[in-house]
């Protein structure tokens, strides 16, 4: 409870004391100028008088970007409070303790985290329709049309080595005679297979890198999408007709931690005081 607060209560009280004293009944009282937080009850039969500090909410924010949530962590970072002082001493100021929490894509910024109220910043990332796709064909067999229209449109992300033109040269014949060869790096694709593979020139890839943003709307300073990579492998299956793009081992763990990393980086470089403390994670849920 907020000392300048209680001592409005009080003063606001003893004004009207002397109409309150011939109160018989006990009731809640209506005093005017005062917070609303305070509910004040007159004891007819004690004649006394009790004050009660009534539950807050929290208020929840949401900001439109990172700008601008930088911008209220600034606002509310800077602002002070008083402290009584002790045995009669100076009042003395604070200021409050903001946490910041990032996980996959999700920033909650709790504005005073020692204080009874603890409002709150929210900010959300919508994942890509890129790294959604990717990971719905992560592993999975395709056709040579459902692949390229999965990299060229869905992902629409930066192949290194570009495979597009790869893709899209591969010629499949089923009237092969067995003896065709063609290579992936250094493992071939079968010396006798039914079905052969045509229109690439030299080996295959094995492993490929797919860059693209996580968050659509996670920006550079020139209002460009955020870019991260992703280790892949790509395989053909000449006897099926299919192309397979499968990430490696923990690259979508690595790379939404790759993101949140980032994003605490982005939101440090705007914050301007040193009471606000970023961390990896999520808070408990707010309670009234």
Request: hydrophobic share 40%; with cysteine.
């Amino acid at each position: 409870m907020n000392s300048g607060d209680m001592k409005q209560v009080i003063e606001k009280v003893t004004e009207q004391e002397r109409s309150i004293a011939t109160l018989q009944k006990p009731q809640k009282l209506e005093v005017s100028g005062i917070p609303p937080f305070f509910t004040v009850f007159w004891d007819g039969n004690k004649k006394s008088i009790e004050c009660f500090q009534t539950p807050i909410g929290h208020r929840a924010y949401k900001a439109a970007d990172l700008a601008d949530l930088a911008r209220l962590i600034n606002e509310f970072a800077g602002r002070t409070r008083e402290l009584p002082g002790v045995a009669g001493g100076p009042v003395t100021l604070e200021h409050p303790l903001v946490f910041v929490f990032v996980l996959d894509g999700t920033v909650h910024a709790i504005l005073d985290e020692k204080g009874d109220r603890r409002d709150r910043i929210y900010l959300k990332f919508l994942q890509s329709e890129g790294i959604i796709k990717l990971r719905e064909i992560d592993g999975q067999w395709l056709s040579q049309v459902e692949m390229l229209d999965a990299l060229r449109t869905d992902i629409n992300g930066r192949y290194d080595p570009n495979i597009l033109p790869l893709v899209r040269r591969i010629k499949f014949k089923n009237d092969s005679s067995g003896n065709s060869e063609v290579t992936m790096g250094r493992v071939s694709m079968g010396k006798s297979i039914e079905a052969a593979v045509a229109g690439i020139d030299g080996d295959f890839p094995d492993d490929v890198l797919v860059e693209l943003p996580i968050y659509d709307e996670f920006i550079d300073e020139n209002g460009n999408a955020i870019r991260f990579g992703v280790s892949c492998s790509l395989d053909v299956d000449p006897a099926n007709q299919k192309i397979r793009l499968s990430c490696k081992a923990g690259q979508l763990a690595k790379v939404m931690l790759d993101a949140d990393t980032k994003m605490m980086q982005a939101i440090a470089a705007k914050v301007e005081h040193t009471n606000v403390k970023i961390f990896r994670g999520a808070p408990s849920a707010p309670t009234s």
